[in-house]
């Protein structure tokens, strides 16, 4: 249920919100271009991973580390754990609960939980189904056996889904200024590219591992918008437990 806006004339009307059926939450997400584009553009990257793009992880794997001795330690305990999810998920909690508390709403609680375990179960089911081995073991296949779970990059995937889950809700809830928006996307886009950078270095992962992370939590985090656009508002707002303000009391003062 949900309530008609406060200034409407007359006694307040309570509307029943009705969810969308099971047909109808799958026409929805079969029918949004832009997951479609995501899912092909998984498909086509892992294919890509599978072999064709063997020579340029080679190559990037074999290249010289300048200053290994120095920088491994540095930027394995700071920038290898800036998309990890003990940093990334804490971030997301933090912006989740302030915007449900003053929003009075659980449905930022529930688009981050929602986003979150479907990035984690797509990235799962592709680790385990592809078992590829590391980078540091310097062979690029995929089905090596239980324990080779490269592919695709969870540090890429966790990269975009959980920072643009962020962002996704700042602009949804209208928490910053355009300016401010745009910023946050530019320091996705480098933490991307930083995460990138520092696993290939590290020997962490292949380059096409960390391609096909960034399209699965892309194409999760389009999943959790396009869910965000089908199910009513009302529902998690009624949810609430101190749904609204108490009207002040008159003492004749």
């Not at 399209?215 to 009513?232: E, K, N, Q, S």
Request: proline content about 7%; some cysteine.
């Amino acid at each position: 249920m949900v309530r008609t806006s406060g200034t409407t004339p007359g006694v307040p009307v309570v509307r029943a919100v009705t969810w969308p059926s099971v047909s109808e939450i799958a026409w929805g997400l079969a029918s949004d271009r832009i997951a479609i584009m995501l899912a092909v553009a998984l498909i086509v990257m892992t294919m890509l991973a599978a072999g064709p793009m063997h020579p340029v992880d080679v190559f990037l794997n074999e290249l010289p580390r300048p200053y290994w001795d120095v920088l491994r330690e540095p930027l394995i305990y700071w920038p290898d754990t800036v998309a990890s999810r003990a940093v990334a998920l804490p971030v997301l909690a933090v912006t989740a609960i302030q915007l449900a508390y003053r929003h009075r709403s659980w449905r930022p609680i529930v688009l981050s939980a929602v986003g979150v375990v479907g990035m984690m179960s797509l990235v799962s089911v592709m680790k385990l189904g592809f078992n590829r081995g590391h980078a540091k073991n310097f062979d690029p296949d995929f089905f090596q056996g239980m324990g080779n779970v490269a592919f695709p990059s969870g540090h890429g995937a966790n990269a975009i889904l959980i920072y643009g889950l962020v962002l996704f809700l700042i602009i949804r809830f209208a928490a910053a200024r355009p300016h401010i928006i745009r910023r946050l996307a530019y320091c996705i886009v480098g933490i991307a590219l930083l995460q990138s950078t520092v696993s290939v270095y590290l020997h962490f992962h292949w380059f096409t591992d960390l391609l096909a992370g960034m399209v699965a939590g892309g194409f999760a985090l389009r999943v959790t918008i396009r869910l965000d656009r089908m199910f009513p508002h009302g529902r998690t707002v009624e949810w609430w437990p101190w749904y609204g303000r108490k009207a002040p009391i008159d003492t004749g003062a």
